[in-house]
């Protein structure tokens, strides 16, 4: 099993930050993600397809879930301390956009995710 590509989540002066450079990442289906936050904050992610121009007439059958793993009913996890998704195999070419939210802070970022065949 591969590592999954870790997304550390940390506030720093009321800023979330995700990474070393933002949280945006760019992964094929197969591959494993994992978002994490340490101390006594917790973290809930919510994800959307980005829709795109060239793909507008089918934009209302493509999936909102990026991952394998069972799709939660209002496309968000949390509030945990860790998550691990694997990328979908029907969410090849698809580009995703997340929200981060930190609470109990309620403070939030919106990286992407950009799945290549």
Not at 9 to 18: D, I, L, Q
Not at 45 to 67: K, V, Y
Request: charged share 25%.
């Amino acid at each position: 099993m591969a590592k999954p590509i870790e997304i550390p989540v940390e506030v720093h002066n009321g800023t979330v930050t995700c990474g070393r450079v933002g949280g945006n990442v760019r992964l094929k289906p197969g591959d494993k993600i994992k978002w994490s936050i340490g101390g006594n904050r917790t973290i809930q992610l919510e994800f959307f397809l980005l829709g795109r121009e060239d793909d507008a007439e089918r934009i209302g059958s493509l999936r909102r879930w990026p991952f394998s793993e069972e799709e939660p009913g209002n496309f968000s996890v949390g509030p945990v301390q860790e998550f691990i998704g694997t990328i979908a195999p029907e969410a090849d070419g698809l580009d995703f956009k997340y929200y981060v939210t930190v609470l109990p802070d309620q403070l939030r970022l919106d990286p992407i995710i950009i799945v290549h065949y």
